[in-house]
């Protein structure tokens, strides 16, 4: 099924890969190996506290008795900075911190247990000294296990110090040779968690060896530095004069077909067999019952200065493809290559040199923006990300962005409710913009405004365009918008492309029976040219159980006017290109059999109110 | 086409008998504790036996407290209805009617289509319920016959298996087929008058197109008036013979659709058709309307459309406009331009516009308003 490679586009050309996004099993013994780092901090700060404010006798000596705390701390600390770099020599390290917890927890455990065992250990142990060391880093270490929990549940730290603090002190105990009901408790405690924690840190490490392992990959794996060194840095934005020099009418930029088809442009964005599958989680054990099938193999490229825009309804997934192209949430399948770098379940903090040239600005402008920071804050929160940690420095930078989306510098220390939906929509535009990226993803940026501020917030992004070299990834279901504001569309129905071409192709010539439905739906405001619509029935089927063959045949006219031939239902339809534009392709098997004539046929004979009849 | 306002007839003497509908001055506030909204501002209009009526406006215009007040669904404070204003229905006035009498006008000969189906219909009762309930309320009937008439009004809007449809969930339906059943509700007593409040705005567009066109084919079985409450311009034109279009409150052009769509007199209409993006803008600016609505609290002093007007002049800041006749057939547009005064700029604007329209405006870069917070 998958091996299909019939979208008719070339192979994107690739400058290299990032690193792949760690594991689940790496990140959690990240997370276990600071946890411990965490633990063992806090209780060296407690104890000195303690020990200088209430003089405690031999509060120091306990510090120093607890030595071995460091060294694991110590390693705690270094085993995560190699896993940022993929060195087979943190692997290591984690699995000697997890077997040093694990052994010393059954050691502990032991002694606690075995009261006898206790005076045979200080007594028969040929070096006392080295196996009270053990035993009480292992307390250490293990009582900072209890980190890991601790940094889930914050509220539970003060109360995993205090234990850890009686179990080093039974530790300290230990070498003396007495005990008592405390310590017991304690180390009960500790070796519970270690069998909670120690044990899944082990197993994740060695599941995740590949992640170590890994042969070079297909491309030159490269680091955010290199990235950033290859990129350049990112510059300021200027705000443009003002002047809005009228007559330097903005040229559509789409490089002329012919550059295409040579490959003298190289695309932006290469999208190839992307999917995004979500579960459908269900029952008690949350259980995956369930697929939708949200994004479900698309191919597209977007080329440098051109409004690349998605239509479809609502559920077809064009939002879910604009966030999974983004990485905003990880593909299922598939390549996105942007610029030349490979996205695919790449290391987020790799990414980020890439995520500051690749924006997004969201559909509602209520909603996405935080009622409790400033404007300031909102736009400079992806400033201070990408290291612009001088206050002065990004305030600049704010006001220059408010200042280029037609707002006042001094707006800066407002608050989002404190505007109207259409400057509320700009903030936005200028959160994507103080990055200076080249590419945004506009995800239904006015279908939530009123006409006459949908039309200036499209003339701002036209200009913008124009003023710092932008293309846009266009979603909206809005096709007169649609239709003016971009140079190609994809249509999209249940996760798939249906038909791709540039506007003037789909729009006057359109080659798929949806295209031409959802055309037809478009209400023309001039009563002149009042006329009969082609009305799709019934409603778009769940994406969780789209139609086998053709995703559109339930609700297809042109199948019914053709006397339901068997292949719409059984075999899925390719993207194939049209006759006389290469570039226009469409997903349908009797794509030819589209003319103005069987269109005005099937309007005159449709049932209105029987319309609904779907597919149930 | 008929005139939209009515013939004027004498205060508190009922409309002629062909008027169904027959809005007077109707003025809506609401008191907050910021000050006085006047949500609607002297509405008058009137819609004729079997007709459609658009009231166009962008949010906050006040199209929607206008179908309320019709309604009679505003709660009394802190809305507050000027006592001069009259809404006659159907040969009585209905403002005055005591609210047991309005109960059986209402949902009986006028019913209400809202705009999100998803929140209007009640979720812990089936749709058959809730229609039934209307039914056996209004008509006298029996519950048996109540229900049947609720799979009857089901069959009508198109819903495929009524009979199973209709001992379901309001969130066991998609949104196109909620809005069936509400479509449904509102016609199950067989109402004279239907007011539908932005009936497709939650809708996609081939579902739309689906309500569209069925509101249209009920309508000329049933025969009943339409008001169709909208701030999309394509619907207008589509669904409706007279269109009147607001701003903060006010009608500021009404007309038959072929004269308000295709010859804008209001700077606002005209603003509005303009800023429609369309293939004959492409690589041009699209004309925007500059500025935002004015808040309510603090309306320009004249004409509320002032400060966001291409062609006002000095008399648009002092003298508050009138509907003025500017044509045949109760047509009144809101503009000075259309007083004597003002009659020597009107050939530049309306030159102005047509240019807009074909090719798009240029306006200068950075159009946003200082912010009305």
Request: aromatic letters at 6%; a neutral charge; glycine letters at 10%.
């Amino acid at each position: 099924m998958s091996a299909t490679v019939d979208h008719g586009l070339a192979a994107p050309k690739i400058k290299g890969a990032l690193r792949q996004r760690p594991p689940r099993g790496i990140l959690r013994a990240r997370a276990i190996l600071y946890g411990i780092l965490a633990l063992v901090l806090v209780t060296v700060g407690l104890l000195l506290v303690v020990s200088v404010l209430f003089r405690v006798k031999g509060g120091v000596d306990l510090l120093v008795e607890i030595w071995p705390a460091y060294i694991v701390a110590a390693l705690a600390y270094i085993a995560p900075r190699g896993y940022r770099d993929r060195k087979l020599w943190a692997f290591g390290l984690s699995l000697v911190i997890g077997f040093v917890l694990v052994v010393g927890a059954v050691v502990m455990s032991y002694l606690a247990l075995v009261p006898g065992a206790m005076g045979g250990t200080a007594a028969g142990s040929a070096a006392p000294g080295a196996s009270g060391a053990a035993a009480s880093g292992a307390a250490a270490s293990g009582a900072a296990a209890t980190g890991a929990v601790a940094t889930a549940a914050p509220a539970g730290s003060a109360a995993a110090a205090s234990p850890l603090a009686s179990g080093a002190t039974g530790a300290a105990t230990t070498a003396s040779g007495t005990i008592d009901g405390n310590l017991a408790f304690g180390l009960i405690t500790l070796a519970l968690l270690f069998l909670a924690f120690g044990v899944p840190l082990l197993w994740g490490l060695i599941r995740e060896r590949s992640f170590f392992l890994a042969a070079e990959t297909r491309h030159p794996i490269k680091t955010a530095q290199e990235i950033e060194a290859e990129t350049g840095g990112f510059a300021e934005i200027t705000p443009v004069s003002a002047s809005g020099s009228g007559d330097t009418a903005p040229a559509l930029g789409l490089p002329s077909p012919v550059a295409i088809a040579t490959g003298a442009v190289d695309p932006l964005v290469s999208v190839r067999g992307l999917k995004k599958h979500f579960p459908i989680l269900g029952g008690i054990l949350r259980r995956r019952v369930g697929t939708i099938y949200a994004v479900d193999g698309v191919d597209f490229d977007v080329y440098p200065g051109e409004v690349f825009s998605v239509v479809g309804e609502s559920g077809c997934g064009k939002t879910t493809l604009g966030r999974t192209l983004l990485q905003l949430t990880p593909p299922t399948d598939g390549h996105v290559v942007f610029d030349g770098y490979e996205l695919a379940d790449v290391d987020p903090d790799d990414m980020r040199p890439l995520r500051r040239r690749m924006q997004i600005i969201f559909q509602d402008p209520f909603g996405s923006l935080n009622p409790r920071m400033p404007v300031s804050d909102i736009i400079g929160e992806g400033l201070l990300a990408q290291g612009v940690t001088n206050r002065k420095e990004r305030d600049k930078r704010t006001g220059d962005a408010l200042e280029v989306v037609g707002l006042r510098r001094d707006y800066s220390r407002r608050y989002p409710h404190e505007f109207s939906g259409g400057q509320r929509q700009r903030i936005g535009v200028a959160r994507a913009l103080a990055l200076s990226p080249d590419f945004i993803v506009c995800d239904e940026p006015v279908s939530a405004l009123d006409v006459s501020i949908q039309s200036q917030v499209l003339n701002l992004l036209l200009d913008l365009k124009r003023d710092f070299n932008l293309t846009y990834l266009f979603i909206s279901h809005n096709l007169s918008v649609v239709e003016y504001f971009s140079d190609r569309i994809a249509v999209m129905y249940l996760g798939k492309i249906v038909e791709i071409g540039t506007v003037d192709e789909l729009y006057r010539n359109p080659r798929h029976p949806y295209t031409v439905a959802l055309l037809s739906a478009i209400p023309i405001a001039d009563p002149r040219r009042r006329r009969s619509r082609l009305v799709l029935k019934g409603d778009v089927p769940s994406p969780a159980a789209p139609p086998s063959g053709c995703r559109f045949h339930t609700r297809c006219w042109l199948r019914e006017r053709l006397g339901n031939p068997e292949i719409c239902a059984t075999e899925d339809p390719a993207l194939r290109p049209m006759t006389g534009d290469a570039h226009h392709r469409a997903a349908c098997h009797f794509a030819e059999q589209i003319s103005e004539s069987a269109v005005a046929e099937t309007v005159e004979t449709q049932d209105v109110v029987e319309t609904a009849a779907a597919v149930e | 086409m008929t005139e939209v306002i009515s013939a004027d007839a004498p205060r508190g003497a009922p409309p002629e008998r062909d008027i169904l509908l027959d809005v007077r001055n109707l003025k809506t506030y609401f008191k907050v504790l910021d000050g006085v909204v006047p949500a609607v501002d002297g509405v008058s209009f009137s819609l004729r036996r079997g007709q459609t009526l658009g009231i166009v406006g962008e949010s906050g215009s006040g199209k929607s407290v206008t179908a309320m007040t019709i309604m009679r669904l505003l709660d009394i404070p802190p809305a507050q209805i000027d006592p001069a204003s009259e809404v006659w229905f159907d040969g009585r006035e209905i403002l005055g009617l005591p609210m047991d009498q309005m109960r059986r006008i209402r949902g009986n000969e006028m019913a209400m289509i809202f705009q999100e189906p998803l929140t209007s219909l009640n979720p812990v009762f089936t749709v058959g319920d809730q229609i039934a309930e209307q039914v056996a309320l209004h008509k006298k009937v029996g519950k048996k016959a109540a229900w049947d008439r609720a799979i009857e009004s089901l069959t009508l809007v198109g819903i495929p298996n009524p009979e199973r449809r209709v001992k379901q969930y309001p969130h066991e339906m998609s949104g196109g087929m909620r809005q069936r059943v509400m479509i449904a509700m509102a016609l199950s007593c067989e109402p004279k008058l239907l007011i539908a409040d932005e009936p497709t705005t939650a809708l996609d567009v081939t579902i739309q197109a689906q309500i569209l066109e069925l509101l249209k084919t009920i309508q000329q079985r049933t025969d009943s008036a339409l008001v169709l409450i909208t701030h999309d311009l394509g619907v207008v034109a589509e669904m409706v013979d007279n269109v009147i279009v607001m701003y903060t409150g006010e009608v500021v052009e009404q007309g038959t659709v072929e004269e308000v769509l295709v010859e804008p007199r209001a700077p606002y209409t005209m603003g509005l058709l303009e800023s429609i993006p369309s293939v004959e803008k492409r690589g041009g600016r699209l004309s925007a309307i500059k500025g935002v609505v004015p808040s309510p609290f603090n309306l320009p002093p004249a004409c509320r459309f002032e400060p966001r007007c291409p062609y006002h002049w000095e008399r648009c800041r002092t003298v508050p406009p009138e509907l003025y006749l500017s044509g045949p057939s109760g047509r009144r547009a809101r503009c000075h331009l259309h007083t004597p005064e003002g009659a020597g700029r009107w050939p530049a604007a309306l030159e102005a516009h047509r240019r807009a329209l074909a090719t798009g405006r240029e306006l200068p870069v950075h159009d946003a308003t200082p912010g009305d917070a």
